[in-house]
């Protein structure tokens, strides 16, 4: 394979010619797969034809060179168009193309993920492109201060997602003019028109709206393309720019060319012949653009104003961690805070971000210590875990926190973040009824459930500062998506400044060989088992109380020996709804392991709450001190 | 008490001492209650005694009057507000006010929630008030064809999450005139300055961009106010309006009006008697607006053209359920899309949205039937659940649907929905591997966890077309959140038509006195333990097999039973994450039953999918036949 590397920019005529390779093989490619997304691809080849030739800077060769530009395909079902830039960079083979789309164990996924080298993020779940592109940008602005450029190429149906205009915010109030988005407005979604169709002028006004430059071309017109891009690429400015391309889907082959009904449909093989036959046949073309300059990293540039910035008055934070003492009382989200301004000391690469609660999580701690590490994501909780996600694509350690109810609007992030194997550290505060008044819409009842059945997740819930301070640090080294659960309330130190606690594993906090029962908590839960084990003594009768602060993994080993000492007789106590959290975590570990009959009682939250005080509500639900004493007491008297 | 309900309009002096007892009220009432949000609430006040005393067309004796006007606090931490317009018009007394609000057992929550007559739904998550407004105003114009407004009111930090503007598009798309949102513009969030601060001209253009019209006004300039929500409340028009009012965050009580740090704080006792001095004392009017004149349901209205409508073309759908052969092929989704219809025509109560995938659902069918009862959100999951919400409000019986994965995107939404007590009905098709190609960014392997663990939510995943149709015809008659998960390919009918699929029910598919061992499976993986059952029957061993149609409330009686008749021996195999699901579900039930030792085998989907076919996959993640049989031998040898 000849790579074609021109000293010169390539002219359009070539343009032209790979852009048609691009259809070609976009209907190639779908076609001997049976599936995928033909028509998505072929609206936007020559926007990428012109992208790929003459302004994305790229080393092909170095996938990871810093000051490479990044390109995201936010509408990821176009991955034919995709794999077919790869192609015709001379990446991916056309055997690959051919053999590998959409095939068991072969890295040219349906919809793209990282397992290929030059893709950022996984993309398929649509309007998550931009956000984590937003994410990229702010890194490149910001962190690396690098010119490199993010292009994002996003579909029209897309833009009815909420999280592109939480990206577009962001994109402005950050000032991204170094994020670029491609919008092939092609008008037809899966089954019919979008809303908009082809009303460019309110697209233009939207955008720019959310302090966006908008370049409207014809998305077929490779001179007006290449101009917009030559635009859109000049390193002044300070508004992320739009490339907005009225586009035709299917163009280039008549008979799907802005027809209802071809959207996820390769091509029948006679269909795909007569289209490779219109588009010219099909062609070899590798060749490729612009290579990056060197760069080094410029100065920091101001944040945006809003956000107050205390560069000048701050003195320098110790490396050493925050230490408590057993007793003292103090709450594990302001343990969080302390732990993240230690971990930042010793770690520049950590970078926090917040929902705009910092004040409530304690990440405004590492605010007024690391401004410059810092990113304020106001109320926008889909681009809060966006950000972190495009962040971490450029080697930055985030923690993105929020109250912990509101990583539920998220969800669908988190769960793209898995998929994109992504390193996401996540701290949400205000856990479970006790918070008290606020009432049920503040209080996280699902979040242990939600983020245990993300692949790969960590779940870790501390009940002390101490312990807070060990997980954060854990954190920080551990991959994948972490979720770090933190309460409200101040409650006492458990543990000597300085134990450690290991992934995986939990604490005996009490334990005799005499036990009769073990009683499981953690968070505010665990406070509250021992207390029962306070009240169970006075009845006569011993319980081994374990801190289960590891929720993913739980610490099986642990759990089945205290069982199988107690008698098998075991309560779990849970500020969570029944479904799904803890117990469930303990309940599967104890299965798993066997051997032996359980007598298993699980509290958790089972109503509605309301408001109330946090002793109140602990009592309410049944996960109090007095509950748990009770309900061991019943499994001992059986 | 006395109500003054005047012939005549309330004069603007009234208004303003009215406007005052509000902000005294909301001082009063958190001060009380040592927390809550008294700033938030008086930038407000204005806004809100203009429009309870001159524009709420609402009959406060009779809350669920169709013809009443809307009220939803989108920011709904200013409940002190909302609490105190309720004092104000006579529904709501000083003692339950002063000695109600957040406390234990009592129904003035911290946070909005329709425990109160007068609440439509449960807010405090910010930006679902506004999108839930969306549907409530649909029902208003399409389905009630009522001429009431819904008043939304929205704080400005909330302004920057998504959901906002998926709330606009879709409220401008869908020309709702009737919806006018009072946008609390006092520049600060929690921490600080929101994002746009007083840039009003910057919100303008964003709500003009999304087709909205903007009144700007003073918000505490009172006759402005008036003068913009009679404008606002004009029958005329395709547009929502927003009355985008600039507010100060404190107002009347000049030592926190505009100043940071006071959100979400009560003043301290001797300040709050300096609030409520300054603002003239201690109140205590009661009053109320014009009331609603009665009308009847008007014309039913085009919808917008985009969507084709089929009006003049359908034929008369047939009330009889569908019905399918046994052993005849039928994708559950497909068996959905019939059963809406049969449902349709049943009960002109039922309402359907989707998100743009309609023809993958299988939705597309009842829009086909009832075009006027069909909703298209397009690609916006969470105004897809918020309108549904917003359209039960009404009464209405909805049913939406998208892909089981992007449920994920609106999980806050379900979550709040629960707190609303709403009645949602949510279809998610194309759940787990067993949908090959298209990747790991479709495939819900989290849905079931997320969906269990709602509050009272039940959870139903049908393997063939009768069952589905029996459990969408349930699903009709149930309240609370309830959860279909449909299968993409299409797998041979189990059973006869017509059978009975209770709540919380299963079937015993295959069972003999001498079974060996339980395998538990439902959709996809009922039909893999079945092939399971045939493949250890030639070596042998007899399996019972349970479908477990309901994953909550699951089948906990006959699961125990089985357990007990195959010597503890049960395999539960999910095409789902190993966390929170149908193996979650049945380990909950059966230790919560106690009495015997289990051997416990659960299969599921433990690592990141790539593409491949369905049955590549299944086999993959070792939750195919070979896999849940070895299982089972496993089990039984051991």
Known sequence: MTVIEPAAMIDLDTVADLAAQLRVDSVRSSTSAGSGHPTSSMSAADLLATLLTRHLRYDWDEPRLPVNDHLIFSKGHASPLLYSVFKAAG????????????????????????????????????????????????????????????????????????????????????????????????????????????????????MQGFGARVLTVDGHDLAAIDQAMAAAASPSGTQPTVILARTVKGRGFTEVENKDDWHGKPFPPDMAERAIAELGGIRNIVLRGPRPEPAEPGPVPDLPTTIPQQLGTRAEPSTAPPEYEVGEKVATRKAYGDALVALGARDDRVVVLDGEVSNSTYATEFRQA????????????????????????????????????????????????????????????????????????????????????????????????????????????????????????SYPGLYPAGE????????????????????????????????????????????????????????????????????????????????GGLGSAVADALLAAGGQELHFTHLAVRQMPGSGSGEELLAWAGIDADHIAAAARHLVGG
């Not at 779940?125 to 490149?140: F, K, R």
């Open 370 to 489: 690391y401004p410059e590490r810092y990113f304020e994501m106001f109320i926008a909780e889909q681009q809060l875990v966006a950000a972190s996600t495009g962040i971490a694509v450029r080697g930055y350690r985030t923690f993105a926190s929020t109250f912990a109810a509101f990583f539920t609007r998220a969800y669908d992030f988190i769960r793209m973040g898995a998929i994109s194997g992504a390193d996401l550290r996540l701290a949400g505060s205000h856990a479970g009824v006790e918070i008290g008044a606020d009432g049920p819409s503040q209080m996280a009842l699902e979040d242990l459930a939600m983020m245990r059945a993300v692949h790969g997740s960590t779940v870790l819930y501390p009940s002390d500062g101490t312990s807070t301070v060990a997980l954060v640090d854990t954190m920080a080294a551990t991959p994948g998506i972490s979720y770090l659960r933190t309460t409200r309330g």
């Open 91 to 206: 990446v991916v083979s056309e055997d690959e193309l051919l053999n590998g789309y959409r095939r068991f164990g072969q890295r040219l996924e349906g919809h793209p993920t990282p397992v290929l080298p030059w893709v950022d993020v996984a993309t398929g779940s649509l309007g998550q492109g931009l956000p984590d592109g937003v994410g990229v940008a702010l890194a490149g602005r910001y962190l690396d201060r690098l010119p490199y450029r993010v292009w994002v190429l996003c579909g029209d149906s897309e833009l009815a997602e909420g999280s592109i205009w939480e990206a577009f915010d962001k994109a402005s109030y950050y000032q991204l003019s170094n994020l670029i988005v491609l919008a092939d407005i092609n008008r037809l979604g899966q089954r019919g028109q979008t809303d908009l169709g082809w009303d460019l002028e309110q697209y233009q006004r939207r």
């Open 500 to 579: 450690k606690f290991p992934l995986g594993g939990s604490k005996l906090v009490r334990s005799t060989a005499q036990d009769q029962v073990t009683l499981v908590g953690a968070g505010v839960t665990l406070h509250e088992a021992l207390r029962a084990a306070d009240i169970l003594a006075g009845d006569g009768i011993t319980a081994r109380v374990i801190d289960c602060y590891c929720v993913k993994p739980v610490d099986a080993e642990t759990l089945a020996a205290a069982v199988t000492a107690t008698g098998g007789r075991i309560v779990v106590a849970e500020d969570h709804h029944p479904e």
